[in-house]
């Protein structure tokens, strides 16, 4: 089931609103911030809105497997302190990113 209270984009990037006011790396909207290495690849991470790097979890370093068994919980990977609050309201939103996802060949 995919959260209702989260806004996505067709990368499969997702934002919750979290307020973080701490200073960070300043990042723009489809900017890379990461990847994840597999066995067989190696993802881009882009961000979908814009701001300042506020929080990195951490626990990902010893515990990667969470990002793949919990990515809505505590596979969380960044938080960000929007710049633009607007360009969350170009994201999709939960029914939106369902029927996106419903029109990709898997």
Same mark, same amino acid.
């Given at each position: 089931m995919i959260p209702?209270?989260?806004?996505?984009?067709?990368?499969h990037e997702w934002v919750r609103f979290i307020d973080m006011p701490k200073p960070g /790396? +300043?990042?723009?909207a489809g900017q890379q911030i990461g990847e994840v290495e597999s066995t067989k690849t190696t993802s881009t991470i882009y961000? !979908? +809105?814009s701001g300042a790097i506020a929080k990195i979890n951490t626990d990902l370093k010893d515990h990667p497997e969470?990002?793949?068994?919990d !990515?809505?919980?505590?596979?969380w990977m960044v938080v960000i302190d929007l710049s633009n609050v607007g360009e969350v309201e170009?994201?999709?939103? /939960?029914?939106q990113y369902?029927?996106?996802l419903s029109t990709q060949k898997h």
């Open positions: 209702k209270d989260l806004r996505y984009n067709q990368e /790396a +300043v990042v723009k961000t !979908p +809105v969470v990002v793949n068994s !990515p809505y919980g505590k596979g170009q994201l999709m939103t /939960a029914a369902e029927a996106f």
